[in-house]
T-cell receptor, first 110, second 114 residues
């Protein structure tokens, strides 16, 4: 089956710093999403980005489908950005089955 | 529009018991999928329902089952609970039956088996 790898596994930043999180996947995908898991466990949608670039405030994401990777950029990080970031992909036909990466644990220190 | 809701939010059960978790999708969404999150295994797909039909099932034992009702609400059941079933259970809903739409997740049910 498809493999999804995220890097780095852990990241510690000072408030105000920028960061780039990477997601590599081993096969063609129909869909790629980035999520932020809050301290209570809920997965918050950040981007639905099977290809191209999107921006939302301090966050932006780029997916290069032909090269099978996606990047999540966080600029001017804040302590509230702390948490785990997941990318997830699905592929194949008419079925909704997300395959998640192992996540990046981000800690933003004041 | 209200988001995906899950009940209960927290649950403590004893080994050997069974449990039923509920998920109400976003209004109009017809696809519901379930995921288990544990520290050791990460986020793993359990199953997916669309129009009351299970379309896909993950690699979990038969103790894990689910169903979807005509109003798209879904339930999952775990019978004969084991300690390893302690996890955060998340459900997600999607507007369409294809994966060309973003999935939205509920807050999860945290199950502890003692």
């Amino acid at each position: 089956g498809i493999q999804v790898e995220q890097s780095p596994p852990d990241l510690i930043l000072q408030e105000g710093a920028n960061s780039t999180l990477r997601c590599n996947f081993s096969d063609s995908v129909n869909n790629l999403q980035w999520f932020h898991q809050n301290p209570w466990g809920q997965l918050i949608n950040l981007f639905y980005i099977p290809s191209g670039t999107k921006q939302n405030g301090r966050l932006s994401a780029t997916t290069v489908a032909t090269e099978r990777y996606s990047l999540l950029y966080i600029s001017s990080s804040q302590t509230t950005d702390s948490g785990v970031y997941f990318c997830a992909v699905d592929y194949g036909g008419a079925t909704n089955k997300l395959i998640f990466g192992t996540g990046t644990l981000l800690a933003v220190q004041p | 529009k209200a988001g995906v809701t899950q009940t209960p939010r927290y649950l403590i059960k004893t080994r050997g018991q069974q449990v039923t978790l509920s998920c109400s999708p976003i209004s109009g969404h017809r696809s519901v999928s379930w995921y288990q999150q544990t520290p050791g295994q990460g986020l793993q797909f359990l199953f997916e329902y669309f129009s009351e039909t299970q379309r896909n099932k993950g690699n979990f034992p038969g103790r894990f089952s689910g169903r979807q009702f005509s109003n798209s609400r879904s339930e999952m059941n775990v019978s004969t609970l084991e300690l390893g079933d302690s996890a955060l259970y998340l459900c997600a809903s999607r507007l369409s039956g294809t994966n060309y739409a973003p999935a939205s997740f509920g807050p999860g049910t945290r199950l502890t088996v003692t």
